[in-house]
């Protein structure tokens, strides 16, 4: 069954250091996504990419952050100078539609980052 | 703003009870998901309902699209303790094809 899968599954860093999280979606999937979840909190949306390029970002993902698919199939989140509060379980998701009616979102187990 | 409230925000009960959980806004949906998340893992989807009043059934989960297409509830008979996770809704808002999501419902069954 095919799978989102995301690397590296727990990160920890000193606070000012850049750290990349990286996930393979699924392969005929063209919508992409990242999202957050702090410990025991909800889920929150960071950015939504398609056709090589942000369709959607939320006002956490401020310019330490980044997107790149830098090939066919690696979806890659950058954060530039890594604070404390950045800690959380990084989620990457992808779908094969989105619009009116949702597509459903395929989740990978994420990517725990732990800010020191 | 929370556009999406769920609540109860956490519920623990015995096996066998049965429960519901809701999902409500103000905002008008045209689609709406429910997902369930493990700990240590990404959410997966349950259900996707799209018409108003729209209910469908996955064994002992029954999930309801409100009429006005602003809310939803799940439903769940028997509870066990596999259904212990954190449930969370997801809609597609009406005006702006936005994905927005709830808080959750963190839903613990004991034996």
């Known amino acids: 069954e095919p799978e989102v899968t995301q690397t590296p599954s727990h990160q920890v860093t000193q606070m000012g250091q850049e750290v990349i999280l990286r996930c393979v979606p699924i392969s005929n999937h063209l919508y992409f996504y990242w999202y957050r979840q702090i410990l025991g909190q909800k889920v929150e949306f960071l950015v939504s990419f398609y056709n090589n390029e942000i369709s959607e970002k939320s006002e956490i993902f401020d310019d330490q952050f980044s997107v790149e698919r830098p090939d066919g199939s690696n979806f890659t989140l950058k954060i530039r100078s890594t604070k404390l509060e950045d800690s959380a379980m990084y989620f990457c998701a992808s779908s094969a539609t989105s619009g009116r009616v949702a597509g459903e979102l395929f989740f990978g187990e994420g990517s725990r980052l732990t800010v020191l | 703003t929370q556009l999406l409230e769920q609540s109860p925000q956490f519920l623990s009960i015995q096996e066998g009870e049965n429960l519901t959980v809701y999902c409500n806004s103000s905002s008008v949906f045209s689609s709406l998901q429910w997902y369930r998340q493990e700990p240590g893992e990404g959410p997966v989807l349950l259900v996707t309902?799209?018409?108003g009043g729209e209910v469908k059934k996955l064994k002992r989960l029954t999930f309801q699209f409100g009429d006005a297409r602003k809310d939803s509830s799940l439903h769940i008979t028997a509870a066990q303790p596999g259904d212990t996770g954190l449930y969370l809704c997801a809609g597609v808002m009406d005006s702006n094809y936005q994905l927005i999501w709830g808080a959750g419902t963190k839903l613990i069954i004991k034996p």
């Open positions: 309902v799209v018409t």
